[in-house]
C-alpha cells in the first residue's frame, strides 16, 4: 500500500471495525443469560468454531514478534510454533470429552481434581498472565497503526484505539461477540496469508536470490541464531508453546461453548491445519521479505524486525493484498485481546464470586457484573500497556 493509500486503508480498517460494532451491538440485545455470555449457549457450530480457535492463537505474537524472530533465526523460527501445532493434536483427542465436562473455566476443573484451594490458586495466576497478554495486544495494535500510517497515528493513541475495540466488542456480548468476530476476522487472516505468500516469493527473486541475500544458516533446521547448545533450545521453545497451548483458557471455553461434542472434535481438526498453514506462511513471509528488505531494517533496535509483514504488506504485494494482509495484522490483535480480556472476567465471576461469594445471584446481574468487570480488568490492562 503506498503512502497515499494510507488513508484509504484507515477507513476502509474502521469502516470494518464500525461494522463489527454494529453486528456485536444487535447480537448483545439478545443475550440474557449468563451461559449465553460466557460460552455463547453452547450452541456453536464447527464453522464458527474453527475460525475463532485460530483467533485463539495466532495473535500479535505471530505478526509482530514471531515475525521479528523468524528475521533473526530463519525457517528455524518455526520450532517455536511447533510445539503449538503437537499441543492442538493433543486436545484433539480430547476436545469432545472437555466439552461433554461441560463447565465454564479451567478452575472448575482444578477444583474437581485438587479441591477449592486450587481453584483459588489457578483463577490468581490465570487472572495475572492474561492481563499481561491484553496489555500487549494492545501495544502490538499501537505499534501496526503507527507503522502502516507511517507515523500519522501515533502508537500511543493507536494503543487506545485498539483498547477502545477490544474493550468494546468483548463487553458487547461476550463468547457471542468473539465467535461471531472472530468468524471474519479468521477468513481475513487466512486468506490474507494464502494471497500474499506468492507475491512476497516472486518479489525476493525467488528462493535462489534469498539464499543469496541471507546467510546460510537462515534456511538450516536450526540457526545458529539459538546460540550455544542450538538443539537444547530449539526443544525448549518447542516445549514452551505446546504446555502454553494447553494451558490457555480461552480455548477450553470456546469447547464448552460447542454445539456437540462432534462439533469440538472436528473443529480442532481444521483448526490444526489453520494454524499450522498460518504460522508457518507467516515464517515464509518474514524470510523472503527480510532477504528484500534487510537494508531498511536493523534487528540490532528493538522491535525493528517487528516490522517486517508490515513492511512486507506495503511494498512487495499488490495494493488490494497488502489491505487484506495488513488487515490481518489488526484482525489478531482485536481478536486474540477479545479471548485473553473475556477469560478473566469469566475466572473472577465464576472462581471467585460465584463460588465463594454469592451462588445465587440473578441471571441479568451477573451478565451486568460481568460487563463492569471486562470494562474494569480492559482499563488495567491498558494502564499496563502505557508504562
Known sequence: VKEGGMSTYLIIILAYLIALTVLNFIRSRRIKSQEQFMVAGRSLKWQVMVFTLICTWIGSGTFISGAEFAS?????????????????????????????????????????????????????????????????????????????????????LGTVIAAVFV????????????????????IIIVLACLLAVPFVYVAAGGLQTAQQALDPGYFAVVNNQFGAHPWLKAIGYFLSTMFLLMGVQSMYQKFYSARSGKDAKKAVFWWTLG?????????????????????????????????????????????????????????????????YLLSPSTTLMRDIYQRFMKKDASQKNMVALQKVLIVVIGVLAFLLATQ
Open 72 to 156: 533473526k533465526a530463519g525457517i528455524s523460527a518455526l520450532w517455536l510454533a511447533a510445539g503449538a501445532w503437537v499441543g492442538i493434536i493433543i486436545i484433539y483427542f480430547l476436545a469432545a470429552k472437555i466439552h461433554t465436562f461441560g463447565q465454564y473455566t479451567v478452575g472448575d476443573v482444578l477444583e474437581v481434581r485438587y479441591g477449592p484451594a486450587a481453584r483459588v490458586f489457578g483463577a490468581i495466576a490465570l487472572i495475572m498472565s492474561f492481563v499481561s497478554i491484553v496489555s500487549y495486544q494492545f501495544v502490538a495494535g499501537g505499534f501496526i497503526l503507527n507503522v502502516v500510517t507511517d507515523g500519522k497515528i501515533s502508537e500511543s
Open 167 to 186: 474493550i468494546l466488542f468483548t463487553a458487547l456480548g461476550g463468547m457471542v461477540a468473539i465467535a461471531y468476530t472472530d468468524l471474519p476476522n479468521g
Open 275 to 339: 494454524t499450522i498453514f498460518v504460522e508457518t506462511i507467516v515464517v515464509i513471509i518474514a524470510v523472503f521479505a527480510y532477504s528484500k528488505l534487510q537494508g531498511q531494517i536493523d534487528l540490532s533496535i528493538p522491535k525493528a524486525g517487528g516490522k517486517v509483514v508490515l513492511m512486507a504488506a506495503r511494498s512487495m504485494v499488490p495494493a488490494p493484498v497488502g489491505v487484506l494482509l495488513l488487515g490481518a495484522a489488526c484482525a489478531v490483535v482485536i481478536s486474540t485481546g477479545m479471548n
